[in-house]
């Protein structure tokens, strides 16, 4: 499938121009302009639709209501593919995530942490996440919404002959994954081989960057400020997103940008993907 990527601004819209990359979607998950939202709702999705980008990963409102949000959504013309959702609510209250997720119109679920004491996660909180997530799963795939889990490091901790991860990805019946290129190679895994491992499994990607000489570690923290642009950092970003389209899996690819730069770096990131061959 065929789709356009512009620029963060209408003049560098006008320099480059309309650009088309095939098989997925390049959208850009809504954490990224955090700090933007809390002073200007409207501002913030504004300058993500002068980026050229249609496609959003979201599921909040920013203290607006839903109608003066989904108001702003149509005026400005952005669709909300996938939503958040909390551990605790898949947990205890999967239909709260369901409902959201039709209120948006939304085809995805993603949540991307799973509840541990401090450093603690280990193979007994795994099966408890998989457990959970394939019951929330369930319930949403009978209303056509897929769950994805969006991995954070710790869960590539080995375990018997692999990682924490293989047995989540191994028993994974009603679930998928989105992965986050960052925090797969920040706990420790090649995403390209990670990728090649279990290129079924993956339904959706955030395409994030880390700056080089950052040594990664298992728990799922990390300083935001070591996002870069696509292309200048460690991750062979070009790499995956080429053998993902050689897989014609995940339709969905959001940059994740969560450091200060991030209104001067997603322009250049999508001038990198746009230039991927």
């Known amino acids: ?30 954490y990224s302009l955090r700090n933007q939202f809390k002073n200007d709702v409207e501002g913030s999705l504004k300058i993500i639709r002068d980026w050229g980008l249609t496609n959003l990963e979201g599921g909040g409102t920013y203290g607006l209501s839903f109608e003066e949000f989904d108001g702003l959504l149509d005026k400005y013309k952005l669709d909300v593919v996938s939503v958040g959702a909390s ?18 119109g939304a085809k995805y679920v993603m949540c991307a942490w799973i509840s541990h004491e401090g450093n603690n996660f280990d193979i007994e909180k795994t099966k408890e996440a998989v457990e959970v997530f ?27 002959d692999g990682t924490l991860f293989d047995y989540m990805a191994q ?11 960052y925090w ?12 090649n491992k279990y290129p079924d499994k993956f339904v959706l990607f955030h395409l994030k960057d880390m700056e080089k000489g950052v040594v990664g570690n298992n728990t799922g923290h990390e300083d935001v400020e070591t996002n ?3 292309g200048t950092g460690q991750i062979d970003i070009s790499g995956v997103v080429k053998r993902a389209k050689e897989l014609g899996v995940a339709k969905y690819m959001f940059i994740e940008d ?4 991030v209104v001067e770096q997603v322009p250049q990131s999508l001038e990198y993907l746009n230039a991927i061959k």
């Open 1 to 30: 499938m065929n789709f356009k990527i512009g620029f963060t601004v209408l003049v560098l819209v006008a320099q480059f121009g309309i650009h088309q990359l095939s098989a997925q979607e390049i959208g850009i998950q809504l």
């Open 258 to 261: 969560e450091c200060s730069r």
């Open 87 to 104: 551990y605790d609510d898949l947990k205890d209250n999967p239909e709260k995530a369901l409902a959201n997720a039709k209120q948006f």
């Open 184 to 195: 797969v190679q920040h706990g420790g895994t090649d995403p390209l081989a990670l990728l």
């Open 228 to 230: 870069v642009v696509l």
């Open 134 to 160: 394939n019951k929330a799963g369930k319930l949403l795939q009978e209303e056509g919404i897929t769950l994805a889990y969006h991995a954070h490091g710790y869960e590539f901790r080995p375990y018997e």
């Open 171 to 181: 028993n994974a019946e009603y679930f998928a994954f989105e992965m986050d290129v």
